[in-house]
């Protein structure tokens, strides 16, 4: 497996209106883009500092996976996510090595890139992210 950076940090976040603000004014970064990724029940602003993304999530559905997230937890960091070449062969490869798999295969993600989850319970509490840009 390949990883060759952290793609983006989620946060998730009750509103966007209420959170770009704060990214935007305190700490000086750019929105660049909003997006709603209605299969997750989800919208995204994104935010570049570095190689690195921040993305905000805001849930559109209180029983959407952000939703649930933040009625059990509250806002925060959600999950972190890893850039990787050969996605397919990636979930392949950690399921092998005993890692329990949110998506067997990969999905489609904000930004256009395809994207498969691991399951907290196997990744010392952390819902990892593992994401390849299907143009490159």
Not at 75 to 88: K, N, P, R, T, Y
Request: aromatic share 6%; charged share 25%.
């Amino acid at each position: 497996m390949n990883l060759t950076h952290i793609e983006h940090l989620g946060i998730a976040v009750k509103s966007l209106e209420t959170a770009i603000p704060y990214y935007e004014e305190v700490l000086g970064l750019k929105c660049y883009a909003v997006e709603e990724v209605a299969e997750q029940k989800v919208k995204t602003a994104f935010f570049k500092i570095g190689q690195t993304k921040i993305e905000l999530l805001e849930s559109t559905d209180p029983e959407g996976p952000v939703g649930k997230f933040i009625e059990k937890k509250g806002e925060g960091i959600h999950h972190i996510a890893f850039a990787v070449d050969g996605l397919q062969n990636a979930l392949d490869t950690v399921a092998e090595r005993g890692v329990t798999l949110i998506d067997k295969s990969p999905r489609k993600g904000a930004e256009g890139l395809n994207i498969g989850f691991l399951h907290p319970k196997s990744t010392f509490g952390v819902l990892t992210e593992l994401c390849e840009d299907p143009n490159k």
